[in-house]
């Protein structure tokens, strides 16, 4: 082993005599993070900070409920009682289900707005949900989950101690896939910050969120390869067979880019003067 990174978890949080529970502290921070960048540049699309705050509200909402209740229907044998269905603050969201009941809810909003403000507001939210998971994801390293078998990678995390959510000995080496997404997904944030708002020429819309569901497909459908404890089907997790799906849209979505590029500049579709005006770049 070469190498390893020392590892306790840390499921609470004592300010004096008020002890926080960090797996919901760090679900709370992400969510206002990925509103706060999604409602900050969606106002050079001419879309309101009311409303992005108002869609991300709807989102948020489904998506707890939607990857709790995926957690719970693959982690039955976790439920001991009727309270911990619904005891998200202990850890336990599953991101398939949350993502895809989230994009349910979001359909109706995004069918009032023109093709260009849709990709738009596809990648600023894009931007949002990365920044978001990788805030969220300190959350589920804080309460010991995901984890994977034994491992002489120099990013294994070699398990000292502290209450955690999946079984681990003290002093084995494990693979942590909570701290892989960590840190994949700074690296995606980083690249999309970059592509979207500092990069020029401007790239289309629709770049962002190809170039999201490209990279978080291909990177969860590996990282899920190393965890011991996922339910699978056939061998897959539900997450996986969710990117399955996303990696396919990605590579389509950067694949028509010129075409929708090409259809914007004809006038095809003008679009409100906000949608027009998005494509300079953004300070």
């Known amino acids: 082993m070469l190498a390893s990174i020392p590892y306790h978890t840390f499921p609470l949080i004592h300010l004096g005599p008020v002890a926080i529970r960090t797996f919901g502290l760090m679900v709370a921070l992400g969510i206002l993070t990925g509103t706060w960048l999604a409602a900050h540049y969606a106002q050079r699309f001419g879309v ?3 409303e992005v705050v108002s869609l991300a509200t709807r989102l948020v909402i489904a998506g707890v409920v939607g990857a709790r209740l995926t957690w719970v229907l693959t982690h039955t044998s976790s439920i001991d009682s009727p309270l911990d269905v619904i005891a998200v603050w202990k850890g336990g969201l599953q991101f398939s289900g949350g993502f895809i009941l989230a994009v349910l809810v979001a359909l109706p909003t995004f ?3 023109s093709s260009r403000v849709k990709w738009q507001m596809g990648d600023v939210l894009a931007l949002g949900l990365t920044f978001g998971l990788a805030v969220g994801r300190i959350g589920c390293y804080a309460v010991g989950e995901h984890f994977g078998k ?3 990678f120099f990013l294994g995390v070699h398990y000292l101690g502290g209450d955690t959510r999946e079984p681990v000995a003290v002093g084995q080496t494990i693979h942590n896939t909570a701290l892989y997404e960590l840190i994949h997904l700074l690296f995606l944030g980083v690249l999309l ?3 979207l708002y500092k990069r020029k020429p401007v790239v289309t819309p629709g770049v962002g969120i190809g170039i ?3 990279w978080y497909g291909v990177a969860r459908f590996g990282t899920d390869f190393l965890r011991a404890y996922d339910h699978t089907v056939f061998g897959l997790t539900g997450a996986q067979y ?3 799906v ?3 849209v990605g590579i389509w979505i950067l694949v028509r880019t010129k075409v929708r590029r090409r259809r914007w ?3 095809d579709e003008a679009g409100p003067a906000e949608g027009k005006a998005s494509l300079a770049p953004v300070s």
């Open 246 to 248: 996303l990696v396919p």
């Open 242 to 244: 969710m990117c399955a």
């Open 265 to 267: 500049d004809a006038g």
């Open 212 to 214: 999201f569901a490209l």
């Open 193 to 195: 910050w970059w592509v």
């Open 48 to 50: 309101s900070k009311d």
């Open 111 to 113: 069918r009032r707005w």
């Open 150 to 152: 034994t491992t002489t």
